[in-house]
Nanobody, 117 residues
Framework: QVQLVESGGGLVQPGGSLRLSCAAS????????MGWYRQAPGKQRELVAS???????NYRDFVRGRFTISRDNIKSTVALQMNSLKPEDTAVYYC???????????WGQGTQVTVSS
């Protein structure tokens, strides 16, 4: 089993920045994709960004150019630097691990991000 713990959420004004972090522990698999998802009230959970073990990244259009995802394979952590935040970025942000072989998915408990004046 893999445990994921997110941190770094909070309240920020429009145009501001936040940095989210996620730490993985437990039976960490050899090869996996790490990603960030978000879920706003009344909406479906959606992918924000993901990063492969070799550092290859994937961003959804609505965050490209504003957010940056990174990972540390030794420390088993993933971060999301969020700049130029907008009110529509308000959501609970979840860390995700997707195992290449077997297809197992693991989720953190989520961290709240609120963008408001």
């Amino acid at each position: 089993q893999v445990q994921l713990v997110e941190s770094g959420g909070g309240l920020v004004q429009p145009g501001g920045s936040l940095r989210l972090s996620c730490a993985a522990s437990g039976s960490i698999p050899f090869s996996y994709i790490m990603g960030w998802y978000r879920q706003a009230p009344g909406k479906q959970r959606e992918l924000v960004a993901s990063i492969a073990p070799d550092g290859a990244t994937n961003y959804r259009d609505f965050v490209r150019g504003r957010f940056t995802i990174s990972r540390d394979n030794i420390k088993s952590t993933v971060a999301l630097q969020m700049n130029s935040l907008k009110p529509e970025d308000t959501a609970v942000y979840y860390c995700n691990v997707h195992v290449y072989f077997g297809g197992q998915k693991y989720w953190g408990q989520g961290t709240q991000v609120t963008v408001s004046s």
